[in-house]
């Protein structure tokens, strides 16, 4: 159980349908799915309904990551969000130090609660900024020994309006760059997209002669987005 305390104004733990704006509704009753966890606690402002990662595909993908090499001995978590995805990474054990980078303040407090809820709060390093900021200025050095995992956000539900999603256009950030500011701090990089991305673009970034790694996680049979594996990862 996490400790008893008051959410900051805009967070919000919901316990009953009625208390849910009607835009989040879907998500909330797909809460236990989202996390396990989520009567003990969980804090979400109502914008992070919509971008965070549902725990089985999140352990699922700290699974697939942990297959780095092993000189790879740091994550950072470049847009942690409510922290589904960090939690993933630090109940993994594989890392020994977890960076995690939210430029929303109060994001940012639902993941490090969330965290306790889940007992790992104190193994993960949080950072309070943008990550295009903080990964060049305070985590460049870290980056020889890290892999870079990103969720960005996709522009909201509209990106389920294209049958070939354009990352090109995703907003805010796009396809090219999330990849040069990642590449530029690591030779390891992971993008959590949507499902319907445009693979051919995705395979511009592939090495030459090196197949590029792309992983659809599924929930109930339908898949809900994909991971691009971007350096050295063992096949899965």
Known sequence: MAPVTVPPEGVHHYDTAEEVPFE?????HQRYEIFSKYDDGIWMTDDAWF???????????????????????????AFAGAGGNTIAFALSGRWK?????????????????????????????????DAFTV??????????????????????PT??????????????????????????????VVLYLPRTSDLRQLTRYAKQGEKLKVAHFCMRG?????CVFLGTFSAH
């Open 24 to 28: 989040i509704s879907k998500y909330w």
């Open 51 to 77: 971008g965070v990662t549902p725990e089985p595909v999140a352990t699922r993908i700290a699974q697939d990551i942990a297959s780095a090499p092993e000189s790879k001995t740091i994550l950072i978590d």
């Open 97 to 129: 130090q977890i960076f995690a980078i939210e430029k929303d303040p109060k994001v940012l407090a639902c993941a490090k609660h969330n965290a306790e809820v889940y007992g790992v709060a104190k193994k993960i390093w949080w950072i309070e900024g």
């Open 135 to 156: 990964l060049p200025k305070r985590l460049k050095q870290s980056g020889k020994n890290a892999v870079v995992f990103g969720s960005p956000p996709w522009g909201g």
């Open 159 to 188: 990106y389920t309006d294209f049958e070939v999603f354009d990352l090109g256009a995703m907003q805010p950030y796009s396809l090219p760059q999330l990849y040069t500011a990642f590449s530029g701090i690591s030779t390891d």
């Open 222 to 226: 339908a898949s809900k987005a994909l």
